[in-house]
């Protein structure tokens, strides 16, 4: 495998590059300055917000792109690169849909902060995890400022409990099972691989000289979009499919090794 063309490097965040403790290890951020000396662009792309992803990687944030929201929102340093909202009738649909189904757990993300219900001091303690910034309302259905995509937990399954109640909706949205327990309602064009296009037309760069990582469902649109796709060793079966080659699992630094083989190479 010849790595040596590879001019960006694109990792999915929660089971890809944060191990299971949702940690960046120390490796990864001595790897990324022997990527950053080559002039390779790192992009973090991930179902999380902004802030969230950012202050993971505080560090490099002025170095790296950042895709949040499953591609529907994207930013380097202050530059907004681009934004895909949904229509408030989706909204509102969607949110009265989901209204009396018990066990879940809908969150209304913008570009800067979420809002939620707050009916669920477990949920709302689980979501300090994903969300660094939020805000309980009494209502979200009352809520009418711009939204980038209705995130929903269920803390089982996402694809057993959620899934069958909004799959549905497919033909005119992005519906994503985007973990075990998260899945992601967006506009058609907001995924990951709608974001990684715009990003390599805007910096050009070619799928043949990008490389991808990614463990879950809404890695799927990004993996294609890069001849280096790689699934770690604890990925969906459907990201395994999708993938040409594989990395060591999350908690046995898979990013990191194929990161180190690049390296080797150049």
Not at 5 to 32: A, I, P, R, W, Y
Not at 130 to 144: M, V
Not at 181 to 202: P, V
Request: negative net charge; proline residues 2%.
């Amino acid at each position: 495998m010849d790595l040596t063309q590879v001019k960006m490097v694109v990792s999915d965040m929660d089971g890809t590059l944060l191990n299971s403790k949702h940690e960046v290890s120390s490796k990864f951020f001595k790897l990324f300055q022997e990527l950053k000396k080559r002039d390779i662009t790192f992009v973090a792309a991930s179902g999380r917000q902004y802030n969230s992803i950012v202050n993971k990687l505080d560090v490099i944030k002025d170095d790296i792109i950042v895709v949040a929201e499953n591609g529907a929102f994207v930013k380097k340093q202050d530059q907004e690169l681009l934004a895909t909202p949904l229509n408030q009738n989706t909204i509102k649909s969607t949110i009265e849909l989901l209204r009396n189904v018990e066990g879940i757990h809908p969150v209304l993300c913008g570009k800067n902060n979420a809002y939620i219900n707050g009916n669920s001091d477990d949920f709302v303690n689980k979501l300090r995890e994903y969300y660094s910034e939020f805000s309980i309302l009494n209502d979200i259905s009352s809520f009418d400022g711009e939204v980038l995509k209705i995130a929903i937990y269920h803390f089982e399954s996402s694809e057993k409990h959620i899934y069958p109640l909004v799959n549905h909706l497919e033909s005119e949205l992005k519906v994503k099972v985007s973990g075990e327990n998260w899945l992601d309602i967006s506009h058609m064009n907001a995924n990951k691989g709608y974001a990684l296009q715009h990003i390599q037309e805007k910096f050009g760069i070619s799928r043949q000289e990008t490389m991808v990582f990614g463990d879950y469902n809404n890695d799927l649109e990004m993996l294609a979009m890069a001849d280096f796709s790689f699934a770690m060793a604890n990925a969906h079966p459907n990201v395994k499919q999708a993938a040409k080659y594989r990395a060591d699992s999350n908690d046995n630094n898979g990013v990191e090794k194929i990161l180190e083989l690049m390296l080797s190479q150049t």
